[in-house]
């Protein structure tokens, strides 16, 4: 008597583990809910969920006490990225008009990102180790640190305070007054404000650091 053959069983093949790259995309468009940009490196879109102020370092740590402990900030090198509510890069220029910083705004060094603009990814926490925060600026919540700690690692964006997923960012922005805000929301005004006296000091400093050019 011929015996019958048992039927064959499809083993699947193990899952492939997300690569790095994959995971910080995922986590930024599914935990957040932020659009990033197709392709390498990974960028986020900014002007839909957030404005972005990029300002030098020393004047970004001046001004974060003009933000709520969970506003997200994060650092690339020598640069510090504030985020602000969507619009607030197109509100800059009549802002700093307002507050009188027009004529010398050319020379603030101060930037914003809005509309159809885009921002590197800063590496999601606990994506790969980075150094500590720089002096003063506080972790996550807005704590202060003790001084003498290191900055973060150059030519990598890391986040400072990172965003909280499953929270709303934008109750956690700055934005206009007049406007209405969400929550009780930091004044994106006092804040251009203060960012754009700290990027002139900058400015003072660096030019009284030059050597003097005799002829």
């Known amino acids: 008597m011929v015996g019958t ?4 069983t499809t ?12 995971r910080q995309r995922h986590w930024y468009e599914n935990e957040l809910g932020w659009r990033t940009v197709p392709g390498e490196p990974l960028r986020l ?3 839909l969920r957030f404005d972005v102020l990029d300002v030098p370092v020393e004047a970004g740590v001046a001004a974060l006490w003009r933000l709520g402990p969970d506003s997200p900030v994060a650092v690339r090198g020598d640069r510090m990225r504030l985020l602000v509510a969507a619009g607030s890069a197109e509100e800059l220029p009549g ?11 050319p020379a603030l ?3 914003a990102l809005g509309a159809d603009g885009h921002m590197e990814a800063p590496s999601f926490p606990g994506a790969r180790p980075v150094k500590a925060p720089l002096p003063g600026a506080g972790p996550a919540k807005g704590q202060p640190l003790p001084a ?4 973060p690692l150059q030519g990598a964006a890391v986040w400072l305070r990172p965003p909280e997923p499953g929270c709303e960012v934008e109750a956690s922005l700055p934005t206009m007054p007049a406007v209405g805000g969400v929550g009780h929301a930091p004044d994106l005004v006092r804040l251009v404000d203060t960012v754009a006296t700290q990027c002139h000091r900058v400015r003072l400093r660096r030019s009284c650091a030059q050597p003097l050019a005799f002829s």
Do not use: Q, S, Y
């Not at 053959?5 to 064959?8: A, V, Y």
């Not at 083993?11 to 994959?22: A, E, I, T, Y």
């Not at 802002?95 to 705004?105: I, P, R, V």
């Open 95 to 105: 802002l700093l008009d307002w507050l009188e910083w027009g004529a010398l705004a």
């Open 5 to 8: 053959i048992p039927p064959l």
């Open 11 to 22: 083993v699947p093949l193990p899952r492939r583990p997300l690569d790095p790259d994959d």
């Open 148 to 151: 003498g700690r290191p900055g």
């Open 45 to 47: 879109v900014t002007g």
């Open 109 to 111: 060094d101060l930037v």
